[in-house]
């Protein structure tokens, strides 16, 4: 009874952040000249999406999303982390991101634990959802890359037509394709 209401007070949470998350304007990847000049970078990194989830993993925290981004110009590999597993609430859990450049033959990302009101209302809602499913984002991934050519470059998971389902971005010939992979 009390992981039931655990549950439905989580679901009640992101219901909340999604509607505060909504209000904020929508920048990145939806900016079609940032996005191409994310693409170009892409072929710097001498290392995927895939590699930095599972390197996010390998400390016992559970990668719940994943992405390449710009950072002042120069290409950055980000990992969002549930740092206490998917089975910890996102109040009693460790929401952090590890962030570094993917350049390099290493991959050493810096740690931030979150505690700004954006970082914590994204990251709880994606730990919540990504509690709902089965699949982890590797296997998200994996899927993903089975159905579409390119680079995974983006992988969230979102709410789509009431359902909780991943968003994974790939660049294929310098066009985005959206995929919607279930969790």
């Known amino acids: 009874m009390k992981s039931r209401a655990m549950l439905q007070l989580s679901i009640?949470?992101?219901v909340l952040l999604f509607g505060l998350i909504g209000l904020a304007?929508?920048?990145g990847a939806e900016d079609s000249k940032d996005t191409q000049a994310l693409l170009e970078a892409l072929g710097k990194s001498k290392l995927t999406v895939l590699d930095g989830v599972r390197q996010a993993a390998k400390g016992g925290a559970v990668p719940i999303s994943a992405k390449f981004e710009l950072e002042d110009g120069k290409l950055s590999l980000s990992v969002y982390t549930a740092g206490k597993g998917l089975s910890v609430p996102p109040e009693q859990n460790v929401l952090q991101?590890?962030?570094g450049?993917?350049?390099?033959?290493?991959?050493t990302p810096n740690v931030e634990v979150?505690?700004?009101?954006a970082h914590v209302a994204r990251s709880s809602a994606q730990l919540t959802l990504m509690a709902l499913g089965n699949s982890s984002l590797a296997d998200i991934i994996a899927r993903a890359q089975k159905v579409?050519?390119?680079t995974v470059f983006s992988v969230t998971p979102v709410i789509r037509n009431h359902t909780a389902v991943t968003e994974v971005l790939m660049s294929d010939h310098g066009k985005v394709q959206k995929v919607l992979q279930p969790l």
Do not use: A, H, R
């Not at 450049?101 to 991959?107: C, Q």
């Open 97 to 99: 991101e590890l962030s």
């Open 114 to 117: 979150f505690k700004d009101v």
């Open 25 to 27: 304007p929508i920048t």
């Open 101 to 107: 450049s993917p350049e390099g033959e290493k991959w």
């Open 12 to 14: 009640s949470f992101v």
């Open 148 to 150: 579409q050519s390119g």
